[in-house]
């Protein structure tokens, strides 16, 4: 009941410890994305890629378990949006729709945003100042909303490799 609190209504403390994990860099392990991304995945989840109309998306889940979407799209400079530009679905669930709405600021500058609705639809969102990646999953325990963020939390540009 503590974990359910902290998650999903209370204090937030859970949420913003997890949050605050999205400021460290990028771990051992990671898997790539594509858009020069890469991620952290939890034992027993895989990744895999889908085929976008005009914008990159794919799956992350685990057998017979939880399942996070993702769709990736550009940051319009300005002028006309296109079909596959980025639209932050955590700000624009309507609030009438969700249970709670937390913003964070992520080193380099990327912000965070993370809606849970009262369908229990989790959205993760998260933008530099030119991509930008919704992550979506039903998350029906506060379980799977733990799982989902420290995973998505972990997404980081790839790193050069360097010269040796």
């Not at 994305?33 to 890629?49: A, C, D, Q, R």
């Not at 959205?123 to 919704?134: F, P």
Request: avoid cysteine; proline fraction near 5%.
């Amino acid at each position: 009941m503590i974990a359910r609190t902290l998650l999903v209504g209370g204090s937030g403390s859970l949420l913003s410890l997890l949050l605050l994990g999205a400021m460290t860099p990028a771990s051992f392990g990671q898997t790539p994305l594509p858009g020069g991304f890469e991620i952290s995945l939890l034992p027993g989840f895989t990744y895999e890629p889908k085929q976008g109309f005009d914008s990159i998306v794919g799956e992350i889940a685990k057998k017979d378990g939880l399942k996070i979407q993702f769709e990736m799209g550009r940051i319009p400079a300005g002028g006309l949006r296109l079909g596959g530009d980025f639209v932050n679905q955590a700000l624009h669930l309507p609030e009438k729709d969700r249970q709670w709405l937390k913003e964070q600021t992520a080193a380099g500058g990327r912000k965070i945003h993370v809606a849970y609705s009262k369908e229990q639809l989790l959205i993760v969102t998260t933008a530099s100042k030119t991509e930008g990646v919704n992550f979506t999953a039903v998350a029906k325990s506060p379980g799977d909303v733990a799982e989902v963020l420290l995973m998505v939390l972990t997404l980081a540009e790839k790193k050069p490799k360097a010269d040796k």
